[in-house]
């Protein structure tokens, strides 16, 4: 799709000035926003601009500060929300199920979840009504990582990184872990961390199941760069500026 840049200040032209889309984007104030043109700070579709009154289309343009995306289209929506135990991965259920759409209803904006985790799983589910971003974020070939906590039975021998790292061979092929840590652990009972860059339906239970060690808790704490902290279940934030940008670059968009 073409692009549209209109490099013009003749305020009945078309397009919304730079420093104004970079303002709203919550970069800056719109004095702050034009020194940091005037400092080279900013490209539009790649080219960077350092004349003031350039215009751009907000909707089409592709806005980077320091190299950083901006979200510049208007009502642009980028969430994190830490699932809890019990709702559906869907933003609704035909059934009336609890499901995402419930927690995000109101916002007025159409939303797509990025990717799903099982409704016994709780955790970070990123929503966007950035079509793209969510269909890159959740596509194998970008290899976004996902990292999880697992509450597990048994008593972890030495050797369950290398055995998740080579790959534990599931009904549907192989699948292996990133990395893996050990993080607890007290008597029978374990806490791990798996992170891995697949998404193949209940793929941790599966893996930890297989390789003898049953799944009684698991919780998704961070989706490529953006990590649930101590978001309470239940809770939606917005994504701030650093963590818009770090998650465009990780797809490289
Ligand atoms: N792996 C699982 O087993 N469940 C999820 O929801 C996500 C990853």
Redesign the pocket.
Known sequence: MERRRIPLSDPDEEGVRLQKVLAAAGVGSRRACEEMIEQGRVTVDGQRVRVQGMRVDPEKAVIHVDGMRIASTPGAAHLALNKPVGVLSTMNDPEGRPNLGDIVEGRGQRLFHVG???AE?EGLILLTNDGELAHRLTHPSYGVQ?T?LAQVEGIIPRDLGRRLREGILLEDGLARADSFKMVDAVGRHALVEVVLHE?R??????MLQEAGFP?KR?V?TRFGPIALGDQRPGKVRNLNREEIGALYKAVGM
């Open positions: 799903r985790l099982d799983t996902k999880y998404g339906k209940h793929i941790v239970r599966r799944v698991l998704r």
